[in-house]
């Protein structure tokens, strides 16, 4: 493992609109401002929790923009740059590097539910994009895409694409994934990360998992699980991780990444939780019992703008 390979806590950047569906530019500032406040490692923009799919063209290119200039370096940048056209994510992928993203993380091509890359498609998409820039890769394996990527195809991507270097396993079953590929994969596997909104944490870190990408609501109280584990302090990493996996599990299953949003409003971070149709506001029972379980933690995000 390369000594100089991004560890620990990269969560995924919300995206705020006002109440009439525009940006909240200025709420974007605020986000950035309050993660980096939570410690974190370093950030996703531009993802699935960051509604990507809602997003026009020229409104990914003012959010990443603005990321990086606000940021200014305080902590690197992933950008997510995930296209079913190979031409268009490599345009994505350029211009990601030329505004300062330290990294991009891609998913691998796919159309609705049926329109999808074979492994040569998949082989040949991130190459493409890793010989357009000089900044490392992270390999998406989500279920949204509904596409299969083995670990022999991962492995063959990690040994013989020079950028692809990071895999974020979300798929289920992900410690298993993760054991696996580490294994294949030997030492070209210098950043293998969980998501998932780090449900199966405690589990991929046994796995051999050194990072992971959760949503920007708890990263404070993911941090420590993280940090203890990689020191060797097990038993404190599962303590902590006992404590905050309510909050996480109520997440995951109930509100999506429409919980950061809840807690951000609370907290004084954004004006509004909007987001945009067909996705429907969190129910008023389901939103109270997010944040009754939030504040029993104390999350930086409740009490960041106090």
Same mark, same amino acid.
């Given at each position: 493992? +390369?000594?100089? %390979?991004?560890?620990?806590?990269?969560?995924?950047?919300?995206?705020?609109?006002? =109440?009439?569906?525009?940006?909240?530019?200025?709420?974007?500032?605020?986000?950035?401002?309050?993660?980096?406040?939570?410690?974190?490692?370093?950030?996703?923009?531009?993802?699935?929790?960051?509604?990507?799919?809602?997003?026009?063209?020229?409104?990914?290119?003012?959010?990443?923009?603005?990321?990086?200039?606000?940021?200014?370096?305080?902590?690197?940048?992933?950008?997510?740059?995930?296209?079913?056209?190979?031409?268009?994510?490599?345009?994505?992928?350029?211009?990601?590097? =030329?505004?300062? @993203?330290?990294?991009?993380?891609?998913?691998?091509?796919?159309?609705?539910?049926?329109?999808?890359?074979?492994?040569?498609?998949?082989?040949?998409?991130?190459?493409?994009?890793?010989?357009?820039?000089?900044?490392?890769?992270?390999?998406?394996?989500?279920?949204?895409?509904?596409? !299969?990527?083995?670990?022999?195809?991962?492995?063959?991507?990690?040994?013989?694409?020079?950028?692809?270097?990071?895999?974020?396993?979300?798929?289920?079953?992900?410690?298993?994934?993760?054991? %696996?590929?580490?294994?294949?994969?030997?030492?070209?596997? =210098?950043?293998?990360?969980?998501?998932?909104?780090?449900?199966?944490?405690?589990?991929?870190? !046994?796995?051999? @998992?050194?990072?992971?990408?959760?949503?920007?609501?708890?990263?404070?109280?993911?941090?420590?699980?993280?940090?203890?584990?990689?020191?060797?302090?097990?038993?404190? @990493?599962? +303590? !902590?991780?006992?404590?905050?996996?309510?909050?996480?599990?109520?997440?995951?299953? !109930?509100?999506?990444?429409?919980?950061?949003?809840?807690?951000?409003?609370?907290?004084?971070?954004?004006?509004?939780?909007?987001?945009?149709?067909?996705?429907?506001?969190?129910?008023?029972?389901?939103?109270?019992?997010?944040?009754?379980?939030?504040?029993?933690?104390?999350?930086?995000?409740?009490?960041?703008?106090?």
């Amino acid at each position: 493992m +390369n000594s100089s %390979a991004y560890t620990g806590v990269f969560p995924i950047a919300p995206t705020p609109f006002n =109440e009439d569906g525009t940006l909240d530019l200025d709420g974007m500032r605020r986000v950035l401002d309050c993660m980096v406040s939570q410690g974190v490692d370093g950030i996703c923009i531009l993802a699935n929790f960051s509604e990507q799919f809602a997003l026009t063209d020229d409104e990914r290119e003012m959010l990443l923009t603005l990321s990086l200039e606000h940021i200014d370096g305080r902590v690197p940048i992933i950008a997510t740059t995930s296209h079913f056209c190979t031409e268009i994510a490599v345009a994505r992928a350029k211009r990601a590097e =030329e505004v300062g @993203a330290a990294m991009l993380m891609m998913m691998p091509p796919y159309h609705g539910a049926l329109l999808k890359a074979d492994d040569q498609g998949v082989f040949e998409h991130f190459a493409a994009v890793s010989e357009a820039v000089s900044i490392p890769l992270m390999v998406q394996d989500a279920p949204l895409a509904g596409v !299969q990527l083995s670990v022999p195809l991962l492995a063959r991507m990690a040994r013989e694409i020079e950028g692809v270097r990071y895999f974020k396993m979300e798929m289920p079953q992900a410690a298993a994934k993760l054991r %696996a590929l580490i294994e294949a994969g030997g030492t070209d596997i =210098e950043g293998p990360f969980d998501g998932e909104e780090s449900i199966t944490l405690l589990a991929d870190l !046994q796995a051999g @998992a050194t990072g992971t990408m959760c949503s920007a609501l708890l990263p404070d109280l993911i941090r420590p699980v993280v940090t203890q584990f990689l020191e060797g302090d097990h038993e404190g @990493a599962r +303590n !902590q991780y006992d404590e905050i996996l309510p909050l996480i599990n109520f997440e995951n299953r !109930q509100c999506g990444f429409r919980a950061t949003k809840a807690a951000m409003v609370e907290g004084g971070v954004i004006k509004s939780e909007k987001v945009r149709h067909p996705v429907m506001p969190l129910h008023p029972d389901t939103r109270a019992e997010l944040l009754e379980i939030a504040r029993r933690l104390d999350p930086v995000v409740l009490k960041w703008a106090s």
